[in-house]
């Protein structure tokens, strides 16, 4: 269930929640999709700031973006298939073709010079797992 803030925010501007299996789908048939994955507003208080900015990224952009809203229950399933480490994340596609991805709440300014760098990549595999400091295996010491 999104938070009532993302849930007034899907209903007002209409867009189409999505799950990992029907996200193909949606996002084919379009030049560039901007999936918003909130995560758990409950834990994460970004994810409703980042709710707030995708309409005004929208509007930002005149349409040239369509946004999806990724489904609650299949969040995981699309950070598996994105590998991104951090909620909120907005996932760029062209034609449902991996561009690129912003994690966390950024500045207006930060948005509005990553998108179009992002949009005009070629596609390309999502990159791997970063794991963050200190979340990895121990490392052997090598000193003597």
């Known amino acids: 269930m999104f938070s009532p803030l993302l849930q007034s925010i899907v209903e007002r501007e209409g867009y189409r929640v999505v799950t990992d299996d029907d996200l193909s789908a949606a996002a084919e048939p379009v ?16 994810s409703n700031d980042v709710a707030v900015v995708v309409p005004e990224l929208d509007k930002a952009f005149e349409g040239a973006v369509t946004v999806l809203v990724a489904d609650r229950d299949s969040e995981r399933d699309i950070q598996r298939r994105y590998r991104f480490n951090a909620f909120p ?53 090598l000193q003597h």
């Open 31 to 46: 030049l560039f999709t901007m999936l918003f994955v909130a995560g758990d507003a409950e834990r994460i208080a970004e």
């Open 89 to 141: 994340a907005l996932i760029f596609l062209r034609h449902g073709e991996y561009l690129g991805c912003i994690q966390r709440v950024q500045d207006w300014t930060d948005y509005l010079r990553a998108i179009p760098d992002i949009l005009a990549r070629e596609p390309s595999n999502p990159p791997p797992f970063k794991f963050p400091d200190g979340c990895g295996a121990p490392q052997p010491n």
